[in-house]
């Protein structure tokens, strides 16, 4: 088992910022790729941006130039750094993992983390 802690959300004023962290603990092997994920009310959950252990990003095209993810691998730790923020950006944020331990993938999600942006 993996567990995923977020913290950071909060807050924020139209073209603010904030930066969400989320740290990894338990039965760690191979953390393939981890990210994150958000969900506004009324509305499926989205894939905001993710990162694999190597490093390649990957973002949501309404985040692009705005939100940047980066990694520790030694610390087993993701962050999302968020600027110029929007109130569409307002959701509840979750921290996401893919592990890989003894052949078996398995994916892992957080509590999240309410972030909210006020127009």
Do not use: H
Not at 22 to 29: E, K, L, P, R, T
Not at 53 to 61: N, V
Not at 92 to 112: D, E, H, I, L, N
């Amino acid at each position: 088992q993996v567990q995923l802690v977020e913290s950071g959300g909060g807050l924020a004023q139209t073209g603010g910022s904030l930066r969400l962290s989320c740290v990894a603990s338990g039965s760690i092997s191979i953390l393939i790729v981890m990210g994150w994920y958000r969900q506004a009310p009324g509305k499926q959950r989205e894939l905001v941006a993710t990162i694999t252990s190597s490093g390649t990003t990957g973002y949501q095209d309404s985040v692009k130039g705005r939100f940047t993810i980066s990694r520790d691998n030694a610390k087993n730790t993701v962050d999302l750094q968020m600027n110029s923020l929007k109130p569409e950006d307002t959701a509840v944020y979750y921290c996401y993992t893919m592990s890989a331990r003894g052949g078996k993938f398995s994916p892992y999600w957080g509590q999240g983390t309410q972030v909210t942006v006020s127009s």
